[in-house]
């Protein structure tokens, strides 16, 4: 090998070299390209292609159906409010989480005594599993035994407990808030970052040309704050919008499909129903709706421009 | 900003309060994994519990497997982050240290890829591991839990070596460290933020990873805390006390490493998502 090697005519190793160049890349991201690959993509091309399959209880392919699984999900009476439901859900959490996050932010970022304890206290539900939180609230939530039943009837607000997690309206505002409070510590520490990174002579020039406290912050600290509330908001769409052991826990989307999002809609529809196929279409449109609600996001506040 | 002392009390007060406000709930999980079970049946509830029922955290290890679970849990996480880690460091050292053809591709790819939550594939992945017959299996669930925390990774660790100017680096080299001894000798250490970091956020999704878990596994012996806990308060009973006695054994070692990494926290965030 080594003897033929000085014998080759100059192109071939400098063309092995170019490949051998080329290859370099593959050795320090294969792995993380194979690991994405199996175990991300596949799904998601098993997902399209189940969507046009007929699959039988059990899991047995039965052939192809077309787009009939997509005529079976429009046709179901719960699809239109449920994904209504889905779209008010993301937008309320989303933007009541991102705007009490901007005051949790400020605070964790102003001096005062115990400021540190503070911020542990905050980490608290973002390190917690969103399903033991979910299953708190769900208790705490209880007809009989709840502590928000308790506490409301101590305080002569209701006169008699009230089924809360019963009646799909009071679940939904319920569980929102137990959305918006799991949201709540990484949004806010987002929102801390962004202020931390924030120059103080920014602040001093203002003070200088003698601007309040009020346009000190709209004028100064809100738009520099931009990149950090923008990924902050996409991360919590996307998270809201596949959002599941919240409901899941608390009134798996009852009564009926009463509170339903899609998520819970598409899970009932394959491991209770056994509509597999249908299930994979509903999956689909959901993705959809994310990438459609997440490019309209990105255009309307024109993030290049921003972060890059 | 002025400093008055009116200014301090009442932000001390707000900042007190915001901290009970987030700390309430778990309040109430202890209060009531420490009531009898009869006392939880009680309409309407009890503030605290009538008699402290400590032997609850010791009867909870008898009433179900837990330690099967939170083993399973904790080899799960373990292992997915080793798995996630040793995939996105070079990918993510690589693309910030050189240009070359595919890097954008590369990096478009860990963008669409975060996009994607398991739960909104999981028909897609558990389809998936019936085919590679790895359905019930620990490997499913690493597989996946590493996975999909591999974008956030690779984000933070790409924003956080970026910003290690390539001198500092090339010094040591020439100062015969060598390309591997100056990657660790010098990139790393200061990285270590961002690493951390990373590791934390993986551990903590993959120990609080639920609906994949719910779908993959059916034994429970290879069933992981969070599968496992909702069992405790079924149609046929209701062991509230050893619901929430789990999941404080759940939530306080994960909240301890939380509080450990704090400081660290905010410069990966501000790396990872303002850069």
Same mark, same amino acid.
């Given at each position: ?17 170019? =490949?051998?160049?080329? @290859?370099?890349? !593959? &050795? #320090?991201?294969?792995?993380?390209? $194979?690991?994405?690959? /199996?175990?991300? *993509? ?37 699809? =239109?409010?449920?994904? @209504?439901?889905? !779209? &008010? #859900?993301?937008?309320?959490?989303? $933007?009541?989480?991102? /705007?009490?996050? *901007? ?206 | ?275």
């Amino acid at each position: 090998m080594k003897r033929d090697a000085g014998l080759r005519p100059a192109s071939r190793p400098s063309l092995l070299r170019r =490949i051998g160049r080329a @290859l370099v890349p !593959l &050795l #320090w991201l294969g792995p993380s390209i $194979v690991l994405i690959a /199996v175990v991300v *993509l596949w799904p998601v091309i098993e997902m399209v292609r189940t969507s046009l399959l007929k699959i039988s209880s059990s899991g047995v392919t039965l052939g192809n159906r077309g787009s009939a699984n997509y005529t079976d999900l429009f046709d179901e009476d719960a699809l =239109i409010p449920v994904v @209504l439901r889905t !779209l &008010l #859900w993301v937008a309320a959490i989303v $933007v009541v989480t991102m /705007v009490l996050s *901007l005051a949790v932010g400020q605070l964790l970022n102003a001096r005062f005594p115990g400021r540190r304890i503070v911020r542990w206290a905050v980490i608290v539900p973002w390190a917690a599993s969103v399903l033991m939180t979910a299953l708190i609230w769900k208790w705490m939530l209880d007809n009989y035994s709840g502590l928000v039943n308790r506490v409301l009837l101590d305080l002569h607000v209701i006169d008699k407990p009230v089924n809360w997690l019963g009646h799909p309206h009071q679940a939904m505002i319920w569980m929102m808030w137990v959305a918006v409070f799991v949201s709540l510590p990484f949004t806010s520490f987002v929102i801390l970052a962004g202020l931390q990174s924030i120059p103080s002579d920014v602040y001093e020039a203002a003070r200088v040309d003698g601007a309040g406290a009020f346009r000190t912050y709209f004028g100064i600290t809100l738009p520099l704050l931009r990149p950090a509330v923008l990924i902050a908001s996409i991360i919590n769409v996307i998270n809201v919008f596949n959002s599941f052991p919240i409901i899941w826990a608390m009134t798996a989307g009852g009564p009926g499909h009463a509170t339903d999002t899609t998520t819970t809609f598409m899970y009932k529809l394959a491991f209770y129903d056994q509509h597999v196929g249908e299930s994979a279409a509903m999956a689909v449109v959901n993705f959809v709706l994310i990438l459609v609600m997440v490019l309209v996001y990105l255009k309307a506040t024109r993030w290049r421009e921003e972060v890059r | 900003m002025k400093r008055s002392p009116v200014r301090k009390i009442v932000l001390t007060g707000v900042g007190w309060l915001v901290a009970l406000i987030f700390v309430a709930p778990y309040l109430q999980m202890f209060l009531t994994s420490l009531k009898t079970e009869h006392e939880l049946t009680k309409s309407p509830g009890t503030y605290l519990p009538g008699h402290w029922q400590w032997s609850n955290f010791v009867d909870v290890w008898k009433a179900a497997p837990i330690w099967t679970n939170m083993r399973v849990s904790l080899v799960v996480a373990a292992v997915a982050t080793v798995v996630t880690l040793a995939c996105a460091m070079p990918a993510a050292y690589y693309t910030a240290r050189n240009r070359f053809r595919g890097r954008g591709a590369f990096l478009l790819l860990v963008l669409v890829t975060q996009m994607f939550a398991p739960t909104a594939l999981v028909i897609g992945i558990f389809r998936e591991m019936v085919a590679l017959n790895l359905t019930d299996t620990l490997l499913a669930l690493i597989l996946v839990n590493a996975a999909f925390n591999l974008p956030f990774c690779i984000w933070i660790l790409h924003g956080y070596f970026s910003s290690i100017p390539k001198e500092l680096e090339e010094a040591a080299f020439l100062d015969g460290a060598g390309r591997i001894g100056a990657l660790f000798r010098v990139t790393l250490p200061i990285s270590t933020p961002g690493v951390i970091t990373a590791v934390v956020y993986t551990f903590i999704s993959a120990w609080n990873e639920y609906i994949v878990a719910l779908t993959v596994t059916a034994s429970p012996n290879r069933q992981p805390l969070t599968v496992a806990i909702p069992s405790f308060v079924t149609q046929y009973q209701a062991h509230w006390q050893y619901l929430f006695a789990t999941s404080l054994i759940a939530i306080v070692p994960v909240v301890i490493l939380f509080v450990f990494i704090e400081r660290y926290l905010i410069g990966g965030l501000t790396a990872g998502s303002v850069k």
